[in-house]
C-alpha cells in the first residue's frame, strides 16, 4: 500500500505520552517503522536499549537525552541519531513535554538494563 492515510495511523499510550505510527511492517508494509511522539510535560520513558538505530528529530518542546553516558538537551529543529546497543532514556521539558518524529528499523526489539529482551514496541511492529 503505498499511501497510508491518516485515519489509518495507529496511536499508542504509554505513561509518558502518545505514539502515532505512520507506517511499519503492519501499517503498509513498511521496512522501517515511522512514529510520531507526544510526550507529556516531566515526564521519562525508562532506561532502555534498542538492537537498532533510531533518528529522533524533535519537532517541539524540549528534551534531555541521555545517550550511552552522556546528556544533552534538545529543542525543536535537532536532530539525535541513536546507535543500537547505546542506553538511552528521553525526559520531556516541565513546561510543554515535546513532540519528536523518529525512524527505526522495523521489528526493532527493546532491551531492558538488565539484558531482558523486552520486544517489539507496538508502534515499531
Keep these: 500500500m503505498p499511501v497510508i492515510r491518516h485515519a489509518q495511523s495507529r496511536r499508542s499510550e504509554t505513561p509518558a505520552g502518545v505514539m502515532t505510527t505512520f507506517a511499519s511492517p503492519t501499517l503498509g508494509g513498511a521496512t522501517r517503522a515511522v512514529w510520531r511522539v507526544e ?20 519537532l517541539g518542546g524540549t528534551a534531555t537525552v541521555e545517550l550511552g553516558g552522556e546528556t544533552f538537551t534538545v529543542a525543536p529543529g535537532d536532530t539525535v541519531v541513536m546507535p543500537p546497543s547505546t542506553p538511552r532514556r528521553v525526559t520531556a521539558g516541565a513546561g510543554e513535554g515535546f513532540t519528536a518524529v523518529v525512524t527505526a528499523s522495523a521489528g526493532a526489539r527493546a532491551i531492558l538494563p538488565d539484558g531482558t529482551v523486552h520486544g517489539v514496541p507496538p508502534w515499531i511492529a
Design 39 to 58: 510526550a507529556t510535560p516531566a515526564t521519562s520513558g525508562p532506561l532502555h536499549d534498542f538492537d537498532a538505530e533510531q533518528v529522533w528529530t524533535f
